[in-house]
């Protein structure tokens, strides 16, 4: 972390307005892009980076400059999404298909199925897909931002890999690729 | 299979969407306020995955107590002799509201997604164990869990738009399932709004784009005009500009301005005073209402001058005393064969805030109607913005009707507004077919919302400023409203060197693009700035009535450089001031005690001097007309009657901007002298106004 943002940050934790409109213009799109491989579409990725820059804003002044202020944001738009699921689990199902279908384009479709399934697989593991996969965290970074030790996180992978090479038959023509 | 999938999430598009970036910026900022001005208590609580877990689990209470299924729980009424009951301190109230209003919220977008109705909305509330609950221990982390759990509520009504629109276009449902959900949808939303403002003491930037899903078409739009999903209202922006004050002869003698030829102000003013309410004060630019008008001034007498100038001395019928000076100019009109060619780019607002009856249908319409006013081998085409900008129809031919009239029935409204874009790429366009020695313009029809590109006034102000040197003309069409920007429409059409004009009706479309045609589109001198000096032996106090955004420095008269209004052909401009002759008591200042007055001089019987500068299209060079306003400039017949309807509506501007100088004159004078100087009034307009006058007398007494 450079010594700039440090003190933007603090700038904006002592309560400077500017400074923390700055903040999150700089990384409201690394919020985003991590939002939207979280949620698999954008509807819910704006909604929840949305969530998150609120919460920035309430939280900031407990970042304590211990880990890397991206890692700190990774966790809070993870929270915020999985927050976001949460509150409207109700009619999440009806919805996913629904924004999927409706782009047309394959990969976004099948990644939804992917994301869809690894979910159905139990808690962190979509996180940790988003993550490494996704953004291209090492399993130690990953660690870090879903505060689990480095080798559940490796674990985590490997039951991703198990899980979909075994279900090639439920997604297409993923099976062939893998 | 990872690189698989890698790929796959790269192949995303993730580029984020400016709209929803500024929205979470100013939501988020709201919350930087609302934090650091102690609205929320500051808490040392770490946020770790524990604590976030703690808060879910409670959520996951929450979130299973608004399904609409029916509970014996008698909570409801426990829930109300909460609310009834005196409650000790204001801290627990605070959590009392905002744990109903966003028990409500979540119970009213739960039941608008699944399509339920109000009945049940209610019914699901009474069957709310949980904010009761939460009531008994209101602790930190419940209200953090209730602050999210509201926030996530904001954003998904906002969104909830986007999610229904699909579902209205599928097949199977009819007509008039369509219609019952709709408006359903239509009261749910209202309510959510309500709350919502309970919650949030500003409208949350991304309710105004709940319209904007772009899920139904225009043509649904049109069969259902009655319910508009979601409709703005009071986000119309204008600038504020305080009336001109009342100068003293001897401290300021002269008074610059450029003149003005659109009109928005007035169809403006006319749409709220239809809809019986008083404009807002702001709306209110005199000049335009004014100029909205054709007057019958004489003609230029010798074609080499485009433009004639008369000015007549009244009383002013608000003050006894004053006078009036009234300067009338007008320009010549172009017969058809001198018509010059044009090459219009109609730059087209696609996005889903056009979506209304009254914005793209009737952009479509306006637009069909200005070929009819086009010479066959003049070219259009048609760049259209909403997310992106694109170009629909490359230049073709108007003899080609059929073509573009097809390519303006294809439009659809949907998505984001990026102006800014659109607008180059419209220059680009006209800039590569460039007609030289004919008119290359833009016509931009929006509703004025800029949301994405460059959207910062000053940017786009300045890229046209600087487009203008390449002799290309934008013209600014303003329609809807709710959310009209006023001022960025002024801006680009000054700063273009083009007319802004507001169009509510399709009678007003005629008006601007086909019977004033010839006014909008062609030039016929431009950058045109009147100066008056005014003689300290017969006048002591004027003031100059509208123009206020228009004013000029004195040494700007004479500066080339600086740019001013343009006259298009057959266009007619009128300016009036307000004069107190030396020796009447009607100012509003005092004598002086210590400034002598000379013994008249030679020029006594002038009140001043008249002096225009303009520039013939294509020129750089100004030329000068100037002449004396003679003190007994007295007309009677036409010319009087054009000046006194023109006083008749610079009165009732004034009285709509709060009538500061027009003491007991009201708008029942300003309707007589309307009526009684309508004179031919082949279009109609005048007996427009004099209705508007009654509606807003009307209007001003509620």
């Known amino acids: 972390m450079t010594r700039d943002l440090d003190a933007i940050i603090r700038q904006a934790q002592s309560g400077d307005r500017t400074a923390f409109a700055g903040l999150i213009d700089d990384h409201y799109e690394m919020m985003f892009r991590f939002a939207h491989k979280y949620c698999g579409n954008r509807p819910d990725a704006e909604d929840v980076t949305q969530l998150a820059c609120i919460k920035v804003a309430r939280s900031l002044g407990q970042f304590r400059f211990e880990a890397r202020f991206t890692t700190w944001l990774y966790r809070l738009v993870l929270n ?50 988003a993550l490494v996969i996704g953004e291209g965290l090492t399993h130690a970074e990953a660690a870090e931002v879903l505060a689990v030790k480095e080798s559940t996180v490796s674990w985590r992978l490997h039951e991703v890999r198990k899980r979909l090479k075994a279900d090639v038959g439920q997604i297409g023509e993923y099976g062939g690729g893998a | ?132 609950q939460r009531l008994a221990m209101p602790d930190q982390a419940d209200h953090d869990a209730l602050a999210i759990e509201a926030d996530a509520v904001t954003v998904r009504a906002a969104r909830l738009d986007d999610r229904q629109a699909p579902e209205l276009h599928s097949p199977a449902a009819s007509r008039e399932l369509l219609r019952a959900s709709e408006e359903r949808k239509v009261a749910a939303l209202q309510q959510t709004q309500e709350l919502q403002a309970i919650r949030v003491p500003k409208p949350v930037p991304s309710l105004a784009n709940v319209h904007s899903a772009g899920g139904f078409s225009a043509e649904l739009a049109d069969a259902l005009p009655q319910v508009p999903g979601y409709s703005e209202q009071g986000r119309d922006r204008f600038e504020h500009a305080e009336s001109n004050p009342v100068k003293r002869v001897s401290q300021s003698p002269v008074s610059t301005f450029s003149i003005d030829v659109d009109t928005a102000s007035y169809s403006f003013v006319r749409r709220q005073l239809n809809h019986g309410r008083l404009p807002q004060k702001d709306a209110v630019r005199l000049e335009e209402m004014v100029n909205y008008f054709p007057y019958d001034y004489p003609l230029p007498a010798h074609p080499g001058q485009p433009f004639s100038t008369t000015t007549t001395v009244l009383d002013s019928p608000w003050k006894a005393g004053n006078k009036l000076i009234h300067i009338g100019i007008k320009g010549y009109q172009l017969s058809a064969a001198t018509q010059p060619r044009s090459n219009l780019v109609l730059l087209l607002d696609v996005s ?86 004919g008119v290359n313009r833009i016509i931009l029809a929006t509703d004025g919302d800029f949301n994405v590109g460059i959207h910062n006034p000053e940017q786009l102000q300045g890229f046209v400023e600087r487009k203008r040197q390449s ?116 100012g509003v200042y005092s004598a ?103 509606k807003a007398e009307v209007a001003n007494d509620l």
């Open chain 1, 80 to 129: 915020c999404a999985r927050d976001f699921y949460k509150a409207q689990h109700s009619h999440e199902a009806s919805t996913w298909p629904e924004t999927a279908m409706n782009d047309g384009s394959e990969p976004k479709v099948l990644l939804h199925q992917v994301l869809k399934l690894v979910e159905c697989m139990g808690e962190g593991f979509r996180e940790t897909l």
């Open chain 2, 1 to 132: 299979m990872s690189d698989r999938l890698k790929q796959w999430f790269a192949e995303q598009d993730q580029t984020p969407d400016a709209q929803a970036k500024s929205r979470a910026l100013d939501v988020a900022l709201n919350a930087f306020d609302e934090y650091h001005s102690g609205d929320v208590p500051k808490t040392d609580k770490v946020v770790t995955i524990n604590s976030e877990q703690k808060k879910a689990s409670i959520d996951q209470g929450l979130v299973t107590s608004d399904r609409p299924t029916s509970d014996n729980q008698p909570v409801g009424r426990r829930l109300m002799d909460a609310t009834l009951s005196k409650i000790p301190t204001t801290a627990s109230q605070r959590w009392l509201y905002s744990g109903l209003a966003s028990a409500a919220m979540l119970v009213i977008t739960v039941s608008l997604v699944m399509n339920i109705g109000p009945q049940v909305v209610d019914d699901a509330l009474e069957g709310q164990p949980s904010p009761e």
């Open chain 2, 352 to 437: 889903g805030s056009m979506n209304s009856p009254d914005k793209l249908p009737l952009v479509k319409q306006s637009m069909s109607m200005l070929l009819s006013r086009l010479q066959p081998e003049d070219t259009v085409s048609i760049v259209v913005y909403a997310g992106a900008a694109g170009i629909v129809l490359e230049p073709t031919q108007v003899q080609d009707r059929q073509t573009i009239l097809s390519a303006l029935n294809k439009l659809q409204a949907g998505g984001s507004t990026a102006g800014g874009e659109g607008i180059q790429l419209a220059y680009q366009l006209a800039e590569n077919h460039f007609v030289k020695d």
């Open chain 2, 471 to 586: 002799g290309i003309y934008l013209s600014v069409l303003g329609f809807g409203q709710g959310n009209y920007h006023d001022q960025l429409m002024q801006a680009l059409a000054q700063n273009g060197n083009g007319v802004a004009a507001y169009i509510d009706t399709v009678s007003e479309a005629q008006k601007v693009l086909v019977d004033e045609a010839t006014s909008s589109l062609f030039p016929i001198a431009s950058d045109v700035k009147i100066q008056v000096e005014f003689n300290p032996d017969s006048v002591s106090e004027y003031r100059l009535l509208g123009y206020e955004t228009r004013m000029l420095a004195e040494e700007d008269f004479n500066n080339d450089a600086v740019d001013a209004g343009d006259i298009g052909a057959g266009h007619t401009v009128t300016a009036l001031y307000e004069i107190t002759p030396i020796g009447s008591d009607s």
């Open chain 2, 592 to 694: 002086s005690r210590y400034t002598q007055t000379d013994p008249p001089g030679a020029n006594a019987d002038e009140y001043g001097f008249l002096q225009l500068r303009y520039k013939l299209p294509g020129e750089s060079k100004s030329r000068l007309i100037s002449q004396p306003i003679q003190r007994d400039q007295r007309t009677e017949g036409t010319l009087k009657r054009e000046a006194d309807f023109a006083t008749a509506v610079a009165g009732f501007a004034q009285l709509l901007q709060g009538g500061k100088y027009t003491g007991d004159w009201g708008y029942e004078d300003a309707l007589k002298m309307a009526l009684a100087n309508r004179g031919d009034d082949v279009f109609g307009y005048r007996s427009e106004l004099v209705q508007l006058m009654r």
